[in-house]
């Protein structure tokens, strides 16, 4: 049963087949260089583009947008404090903009940085800042049913500080949930295991919660110790452990941009706060702004209390698996358990035909969209070059924006592009330009098709 209904809508167009096709070309086969408007169905990302309740357009009318001192980051400061556990924060246009706060303070040249997986622009800046990333997911994360596939192996980060010494790792890094590797959740028991680590080589705990309420909601599904928790009491618990939190409100924040650094009122963190701070005035705005507007700000500060409301929370989750077992149903090759925000299709076993090489996710994103204008994004060697990394699509689902007729659709579609696979009319794909940052490549690199 659903927990909302609509007030305002937008009307959406499904290209014809022969447009669609046009479009890819034009685009480069890149999803990403394709117009809103050309899109029937949306699930590039979750990242900002989810549906705003009236409360939030209601609280976005008494923005306060003075450079200083806005009362709006107050009631920002208040909603992060009672939802999160954080009173210090340091806001910043986005999510990744809050990396580049943090990380920039945090991480120097030839240090090592440890997270469950690195997501792109995590990845991104800690290379940026002349670090080197380090995944360390559980073994075995996406070839079983665990409950807690997002785990962090925290051997591996033993083992990585015994390699090349303790006093080069500066942060150990955990992602809510994860998103590189299917979406999965991850335990406070394993939390609690990465804050003793953390603590064991003196370095810091940072926490990436753009997705904490979904985390939270898992939690309280599986792990017994807080079955009987609410899950705004999980959502703090999970988060205490942490030194330090990002945060992208285009997530669990509800909004369409935003974000912030938050920072533990421990006393030993003042020095980090201090240069977090300031790196915020010279790369986002003033700390009580930080490039986002007042109105921004308290569409976030009213969100962030919406996620950790149990019928939301539970009908976001839900839809999700919704879409899984339409997918499941039709014998696509889907991970299970499904995430918190998004499906995740294992293109290998969809095309098995394709080699690595010649990126089987990204034909498939491009073969989604041929068929029924619906766009999801490749999270396999494309965008992730160089790194050991299994071939899958995301299809992330907007917070409180599509129904099941949608959900249908997209299921439908799969239906298409199996039977073009099964008829021998699909094509693997190669690169003809890319960017010197390789690590972003995805965002804007062309391909053409095979022979």
């Known amino acids: ?55 939030q357009w209601a609280a976005m009318m008494r923005g306060d947008e003075a450079y200083a001192g806005s009362s709006s980051f107050e009631r920002l400061q208040s909603a992060v404090s009672d939802v999160m556990g954080f009173e210090r924060i340091v806001p910043a246009h986005q999510g990744r903009g809050a990396e580049n706060v943090l990380y920039g303070a945090l ?7 440890p997270n469950n997986t690195h997501f792109d622009t995590t990845r991104a800046h800690i290379a940026n800042a002349g670090a080197e990333p380090v995944d360390c997911p559980i073994e075995g994360a996406l070839s079983s049913d665990q409950q807690f596939a997002g785990n962090l192996d925290v051997e591996k980060v033993r083992d990585l500080a015994d390699e090349v010494g303790a006093e080069n790792v500066p942060a150990v890094l955990v992602t809510i949930t994860n998103n590189s590797l299917a979406g999965q959740p991850v335990s406070i028991e394993n939390l609690r295991a990465a804050r003793e680590v953390a ?11 753009c997705r904490f309420a ?14 009987d928790h609410s899950v705004a009491d999980i959502a703090r618990e999970q988060l205490a452990e942490a030194d330090a939190i990002i945060m992208s409100g285009k997530k669990d924040g509800l909004v369409n941009i935003g974000g912030f650094v938050g920072i533990s009122d421990d006393g030993a963190l003042d020095g980090l706060y201090e240069g977090v701070r300031q790196r915020g005035i010279l790369y986002e705005g003033f700390t009580t702004y930080g490039g986002m507007s007042g109105r921004d700000i308290e569409a976030m500060a009213v969100g962030l209390r919406e996620s950790v409301e149990e019928a939301y929370v ?7 698996q919704q879409l899984g077992e339409l997918l499941a149903e039709r014998d696509v090759p889907v991970h299970l358990p499904t995430g918190g925000h998004a499906i995740y299709v294992d293109a290998d076993a969809f095309f098995p035909d394709i ?97």
């Open 314 to 320: 539970a009908d976001r989750v839900g839809q999700v």
């Open 214 to 227: 979904e985390n939270a909601y898992f939690v309280k599904e599986r792990e017994d110790e807080f079955a």
């Open 1 to 55: 049963m659903r927990a909302y209904k609509s007030k305002v809508v937008t009307p959406i167009r499904l290209p014809d087949r022969d447009e669609r096709t046009a479009n890819l070309e034009t685009a480069g086969y890149n999803v990403f260089n394709l117009d809103s408007d050309s899109v029937y169905v949306d699930l590039l990302t979750d990242s900002g583009t989810g549906t705003m309740s009236d409360e």
């Open 107 to 113: 991480v120097s040249e030839g240090d090592y940085v």
């Open 199 to 209: 603590d064991d080589l003196d370095a810091h705990f940072v926490i990436d919660a």
């Open 355 to 451: 080699p690595a090489e010649q990126f089987p996710g990204q034909v498939l994103v491009c073969e989604l969209y041929r068929e029924g204008a619906v766009r999801g994004v490749e999270l396999g060697s494309f965008a992730f070059p160089d790194t050991d990394r299994p071939e899958l699509v995301r299809l992330a689902l907007p917070r409180r924006t599509y129904g099941t007729d949608h959900l249908e659709h997209v299921a439908e579609t799969f239906e298409s592009v199996a039977e073009r696979r099964d008829a021998g009319e699909t094509t693997g794909l190669e690169i003809v330009e890319e960017p010197e940052m390789k690590e972003l490549r995805h965002f804007s690199a062309e391909l053409q098709p095979v022979n």
